[in-house]
């Protein structure tokens, strides 16, 4: 699957767009794998704070152990 990242903000069409990280307690994870999780990431607008995106940068953590490719 090829990452793409929106660089532009939907809302007031501004481009400085920061990465921002989400994690600990507001980790994600699958309902087949409760105990593992992965971090979420957001890219916000610094203009207007929109939340442009959103995603997980491994999401193969969100997979149970045995599932997941070697």
Not at 16 to 27: K, L
Not at 38 to 48: F, T
Request: one cysteine or more; a positive charge.
């Amino acid at each position: 699957m090829k990452n793409i990242f929106i660089n532009a903000c939907q809302l007031c069409g501004n481009t400085e767009i920061i990465d921002c990280f989400q994690g600990g307690y507001a980790a994600i994870s699958a309902e087949c794998n409760k105990w593992g999780g992965a971090a979420l990431y957001h890219r916000v607008c610094r203009r207007c704070g929109n939340v442009v995106q959103s995603y997980v940068k491994e999401p193969e953590k969100l997979l149970k152990r045995s599932d997941r490719r070697r």
